[in-house]
């Protein structure tokens, strides 16, 4: 079998990740949806998370990410206090 072939290999491009701009009201999080406050960049791609799920998943993600980008602090800036319960 083909190394080059397959699902693994379909959607790999040569565009590079631009994992400097701000995340915005259209990043959504990969697990649920949400608004995405953390970008995950892999050797591969990237995954964008929630606070919620960047939390949850941050000791997998930690071990293989080559950069993480939290914006997390936006939370209290843009929803207070209660913020921090609900993240």
Same mark, same amino acid.
């Given at each position: 079998m083909d190394p080059g072939c397959g699902w693994l290999y379909g959607n790999v491009t040569g565009t590079t990740?631009?994992? &400097?701009?701000?995340? &915005? @009201? @259209?990043?959504r999080c990969d697990r649920c949806? @949400?608004? @995405?406050y953390v970008r995950v960049v892999l050797p591969v791609g990237e995954l964008l998370f929630c606070a919620h799920h960047a939390r949850e998943h941050a000791p997998k993600f930690a071990t293989v990410a080559t950069h993480v980008q939290d914006e997390t602090d936006r939370l209290h800036a843009e929803?207070?206090?209660g913020a921090r319960a609900l993240s």
């Open positions: 990740i631009d994992n &400097t701009a701000p995340l &915005t @009201a @259209a990043d949806g @949400a608004q @995405a929803h207070g206090s």
